[in-house]
């Protein structure tokens, strides 16, 4: 017995599914409903309690349950395919696995980075983006949100700040190259180099001029009026050049210098780009000269610096210069915090210049010496990565309900900071980078942020980063980072199934972006360095995967576990798994594996299809093992609960098992469920007995309600029939689903259903002809009754395409070849053919019997007729007849159906003709009123049966019976005459047949001499006569007369000579007749030549007779010449017998006709030469 607390998740779950669902499977709900139902069809709890079966259940269940149980994977799979999908902005469950108290500093950190970002703030230098905060009061506010001081420590660390030591502030500048320059040289090139260095600034008149412009490209060559300052030595490190580009006008340097600012207000860049024209190195003059004074412009002086370098190299000598090929200036005041990456237009020194063409610097601003305590424990890249982590935490708060990923965008506070720090600190792209993916991928960790923004972080960090730039602490920070991201992501994909739930849009596309992160950090040639030892990464997911489901499966398992454990506990454990399986890949396939082929190229179903299908076919073999085992031993007895839960086994591992068919080839081979239907078939066999037993069943109580009342007002069959035909459909629908693989298996078992089949059909027609018989007359209850078998009948007809007897065939002879397709046909066509038999006899006994029901009546309106005296009407005699058939053909007509209606109209139409020809035989020789009544009866019975083509066709009415029957009555209402004339035209008829004959041939010569009104027979002889004598031989002889003797009166016959011992005898004889002309060209007028076989002892044998019309006769029609009459050719007759089925009739006619002395002599004539029917 099952605990109460226990039921079945595959068919009981279903109904419970069923009973929450409109028509159709359809699911119509609000969209909160749609998640609650979704929440429940996902998880799939074990249904609620429902009270164990004490016995087998009757009949009706058992169908019901077995029809459940086939439309149970049918709809599991409507509802995995069609469970609604969550709203694109609907939550989702949080995927963070860490804590966030893992990311927070000590209170002395955050003192020390506080202090560093207020020193940052407080020294704060360059342009500001258009999206920086410049008040410094707001920034504050900011800081103190972010780090949350005690208020007096906010008051030190500023007082701290003030008195710390300023920071150095420099330009980085990198010449990057140059295009589209003046070419100086006569090849139509120049060899061009830079010469750059910071020059102070202007007065603050010409400041105020010029504050509006963005940048100082001098237009003309400026005064600069000497200042204190400039008065002063100027070291030659302030100036810098870059290296000699032969030959180009769009040289490429790449170089780059520092420069520190004294007035980062005033100070501004100039660079000079010269064509060099002589071999004395500018640099080395650079860097010799010591120091110059009393210049008037920093033209003049860079041009000082060339005479001179030409003047030590020359020995003063040297009058040429090198050519002038453009200019920049560029305030110092004027560099954005992120610094220029621009090209610059080149200026002329004068109006009388001609330059052209661009020059490409990056410049940069950047601190050094900063006066911070963290600044002298470690480094800017460093401190950078802990600013951006505390900003994280503030920017990304704690989780809100609806769990939605962190775009990772930063407010505009944040981004200051980030900003000005960066440039103070001097990180480059790269370690800006960098510093922006450790910090974000540690900081996902514990607050999600979006995988897109990761991605692109990724992407960025991919771009810009060069390693040999980083130092080894900073490659240890950036593998540390790829390793817990890595780490970190396994995790969730272990848990995938939570945290992406297959329904929600936006967990789902999170997941493509997860994987889309993962290959891109697999790519990363920094990845490969910084992690040497990393596996590929269809390796690491395939082993996450497996785990993932193998974890997954235990717990399912472990959730699915009876509390009592027994055969049928066991199975139901095992449906349950299983069907939660197949919806588990169903979600897999359809949700989850186009998201994995599409970011990382992995079939994620066929790995988890493989894994699931093993853990699943292991389980399910031992516990068949088992039960096989114990049947064997009769420790266990096949039950009709054991059944139905092995068969929805069977049908859950079938839906798995075609479920590989959404693998890959190369993976759908070598399954563990190839040949699992090996392991049910013992079961199969027992389950088919306790279905056809079930079957029997329920037909036996269908029959004891059935009242045969029809089911509806269209329908002439009863509720028993309907019930037998669904019970049949059911069988039918479960040989279906099981598809059975195995042509041979197949074939037993099929042949074991239509077997069942035919044996529960035949014993209903047999039982609900039982249960009519108890009808004295023609009822609708007889009807229904019949119309059941046919019900029935026509549904078992239909059994070879039901049960797909041709795939049968089709498997066996592929398997077998022909001989195969030919047993399959031979033992399912018997079957037919003997469940055709079996259900037509009983259709024909309950026919007979409504038949029989009317014999007694239809004999006595058939007496009627026949007594009827010759005076009445033909219509008033027959009309008790029509009256009675007429109203049992409304009963019948009304309730049978048109096929058992026309068998009834068969049998009845037999019925009548049978009782016609008894009523004719009684009453030999009567008038011709008599039959003239019959005749009319029979003529309108025709036209009432045939009811204008609505009843029984002309061809089954008009029957050989019919013919025969109506020929009769034509005959006896025919005189004598016509009856002997209507026997020699048949015998003429028969002359003139192209039929050969066995009875030999007779060979004559026949004229006619109208002047004397003489007819001339020669009989010349005759051949191949059949023996009649013992000896093998016969004595014939013939006897010629003319026929019909009453055309004839007077004319007696003549006869041959016998003939001894011959089959061939040559009588060459001539016999004459006087006959006149008029009587020669009577139609029925004949020569009638009669062969007879002479016996001395007793009477003669006849052999055979001939007849030949006197219309064919040479010179009834034309005057026969003499010469004529020689040469007329012998004509052959050949010899016949007595058609029976025309002779009979007519001897029995005439016989009958007592007092006609004519009728009487042609009988016993015709019985001297005995020529009756034999």
Not at 174 to 183: G, K, M, Q, W
Request: glycine content about 4%; aromatic content about 8%.
């Amino acid at each position: 017995m099952i605990p109460t607390d226990y039921t079945s998740q595959g068919l009981h779950h279903f109904l419970l599914l069923i009973e929450s669902l409109p028509r159709g499977c359809v699911i119509s709900m609000q969209q909160q409903q749609r998640r609650q139902s979704h929440r429940r069809m996902t998880a799939r709890p074990a249904p609620r309690a429902q009270e164990p079966r004490t016995d087998e259940g009757g009949d009706g269940d058992f169908f019901e349950r077995l029809s459940a149980i086939q439309r149970k994977q049918e709809c599991m799979q409507h509802l995995d395919y069609t469970q609604s999908v969550g709203d694109a902005s609907g939550t989702r469950p949080p995927q963070t696995i860490g804590s966030g108290d893992k990311l927070k500093m000590s209170y002395a950190e955050l003192l020390l980075l506080y202090e560093d970002v207020l020193y940052t703030l407080i020294h704060r230098t360059g342009v500001p983006a258009p999206t920086h905060v410049t008040d410094q009061d707001e920034m504050l506010r900011y800081l103190k949100k972010v780090f949350k001081l005690d208020e007096g420590d906010y008051e030190a660390m500023m007082q701290r700040v003030i008195e710390a030591k300023v920071p150095v502030c420099s330009l980085k500048v990198t010449v990057v190259e140059a295009r589209n320059l003046l070419a100086k040289d006569a090849n139509g090139f120049s060899d061009p180099y830079c010469m750059l260095g910071i020059t102070l600034g202007q007065t603050m008149r010409e400041t105020e001029e010029k504050k509006e412009r963005k940048f100082s490209f001098r237009k003309k060559k400026d005064k600069i009026e000497k200042r204190s300052s400039l008065r002063e030595a100027l070291p030659a490190k302030y100036l810098q050049v870059t290296g000699v580009k032969s030959n180009t006008l769009n040289p490429v340097w790449n170089e780059s210098y520092v420069f520190d600012l004294d007035d980062i207000h005033s100070d501004q860049l100039h660079l000079d780009i010269w064509d060099h024209d002589d071999e004395v190195s500018v640099v080395e003059a650079c860097k010799t000269l010591n120091q110059i004074s009393g210049f008037k412009g920093m033209g003049r002086y860079f041009k000082q610096i060339v005479k001179s370098a030409r003047t030590n190299g020359a020995g003063g000598s040297q009058e040429e210069n090198d050519d002038f090929l453009g200019c920049l200036d560029i305030p110092v005041s004027e560099i954005p915090v992120e610094g220029f990456d621009n090209w610059f237009k080149l200026e002329p020194r004068s109006s009388s210049s001609r330059v052209q063409g661009d020059c490409h610097l990056i410049l940069k601003l950047t601190m050094s010496q900063r006066g911070t305590e963290l600044s002298k424990k470690m480094s800017g890249v460093r401190i950078h990565e802990l600013l951006l982590k505390q900003l994280l935490e503030i920017e990304n708060p704690n989780f809100q309900e609806d769990h939605n990923s962190w775009s990772g965008k930063l407010s505009k506070h944040a981004m200051t900071i980030l900003s000005h720090h960066a440039m103070q600190v001097d990180l480059s792209p790269q370690q800006k980078a960098a510093i922006e993916w450790q910090a974000y991928s540690k900081h996902h960790q514990f607050r999600s942020v979006d995988y897109g923004f990761l991605l692109q972080l990724l992407e960025d960090l991919d771009q810009t980063l060069e390693l040999n730039i980083l130092i080894k602490e900073q490659e240890e920070s950036l593998g540390d980072s790829f390793v817990l991201f890595v780490d970190y992501s396994w995790e969730l994909l272990q848990r995938m199934r939570h945290i992406f739930p297959f329904n929600i849009p936006v967990a789902l596309k999170q997941l493509e972006l997860m994987l889309r992160c993962l290959l891109k950090i697999y790519s990363m040639k920094a990845f490969e360095v910084v992690c040497p030892l990393h596996n590929q990464l269809h390796v690491d997911i395939a082993t996450v995967v497996k785990k993932s489901t193998a974890e997954w499966f235990g717990k399912m398992c472990d959730n699915f576990k009876p509390k009592i454990k027994s055969d049928l506990t066991m199975q139901i454990k095992l449906v349950q798994q299983v069907d939660t399986v197949c919806s588990e890949l169903r979600k897999n396939h359809n949700h989850y594996n186009q998201i994995f082929v599409s970011a990382v190229k992995i079939d994620y179903f066929s790995i988890t299809y493989q894994q699931l299908e093993k853990l699943v076919a292991d389980d399910v073999l031992a516990l068949m093992k088992e039960l096989s085992v114990a049947m064997e031993e009769e420790r266990s007895k096949m039950t009709q609960q054991m059944g139905e839960m092995l068969f929805e086994l069977y049908l859950s591992l079938k839906e798995l098992k075609q479920l590989k068919e959404l693998l890959p080839l190369k993976d759908s081979k070598h399954l563990a469920l190839t040949n699992f239907h090996d392991w049910f078939q013992m079961s199969i066999n027992k389950w088919l007995q306790i279905v056809y037993e079930k079957s029997c069943e329920r037909i036996t109580k269908a029959l004891m309600v059935d009242q045969l009342d029809p089911v509806d007002a269209l329908s002439k069959h009863s509720s028993s029939a309907v019930d037998v035909v669904t019970c049949f459909t059911q069988i039918k629908s479960f040989w279906l689903q099981l598809a059975w693989p195995d042509p041979m298996g197949a074939f037993v078992f099929v042949t074991k259903i239509t077997d069942d089949i035919c044996n529960a059909a035949v014993m209903y027609s047999e039982m609900v002809r039982q249960k009519a018989d108890d009808q004295k007359k023609i009822t609708q209850q007889l009807c229904i009754a019949l119309n059941n078998i046919e019900h029935v009948h026509t549904y078992t007809w239909n059994l070879p395409k039901e049960l797909d007897w041709q795939g049968v065939e089709a498997a066996l002879e592929q398997l077998c070849g022909l001989e195969g397709k030919q047993q399959v046909q031979r033992a399912l066509g018997t079957q037919l053919q003997s469940i055709d038999a079996g259900m037509q006899r009983q259709s024909n006994y309950m026919i007979n019997q409504l038949v029989e029901k009317m014999v007694i009546d239809l004999r006595k309106y058939i007496q009627h007729i026949s007594l009827s005296p010759d005076s009445i009407q033909p219509d008033d005699a027959v009309a008790p007849l029509m009256k009675f058939l007429d109203d049992n053909l409304i009963i019948l007509s009304e309730w049978l159906v048109k096929k058992n209606l026309s068998r009834i109209l068969i049998a009845l139409w037999k019925l009548l003709l049978d009782l016609f020809v008894e009523e004719l035989a009684a009453n030999i020789g009567m008038s011709a009123e008599f039959y003239e009544r019959f005749h009319f009866t029979l003529e309108t019975l025709v036209v009432f049966f045939h009811a204008e083509g609505q009843g029984l066709a002309l061809d089954n009415l008009q029957n050989d019976q019919y013919k025969a029957l109506k020929e009769e009555l034509r005959l006896n209402k025919c005189s004598t005459k016509k009856l002997i004339e209507h026997s020699y035209q048949t015998k003429i008829r028969q002359q003139k047949s192209t039929e050969s004959s066995p009875y030999g041939m007779l060979c004559i010569k026949c004229h006619y001499e109208a002047a004397e009104s003489k007819l001339c027979i020669d009989v010349l002889h005759a051949t191949n006569l059949i023996a009649l004598d013992a000896n093998g031989l016969s004595d014939p002889f013939v006897i010629i007369e003319l026929a019909p003797l009453h055309l004839f009166p007077g004319a007696k016959s003549q006869r041959t000579q016998v003939k001894n011992k011959t089959l061939h005898p040559i009588f060459d004889e001539q016999f004459n007749f006087t006959v006149t002309r008029e009587q020669c060209n009577n139609s029925i007028a004949c020569i009638h030549f009669t062969v007879m076989d002479h016996d001395w002892l007793s009477t003669n044998d006849f052999a055979g007779e001939a007849v030949l019309q006197l219309q064919e006769v040479h010179g009834v029609h034309k005057t026969a010449v003499a010469r004529e009459v020689k040469n007329i050719s012998p004509v052959f007759l050949k010899l016949t017998h007595p058609e029976p089925s025309v002779m009979k009739p007519i001897m029995k006619m005439l016989e009958g006709r007592t007092d006609d002395r004519e009728a009487q002599d042609f009988v016993k004539k015709m019985k001297e030469l005995e020529m009756s029917p034999e």
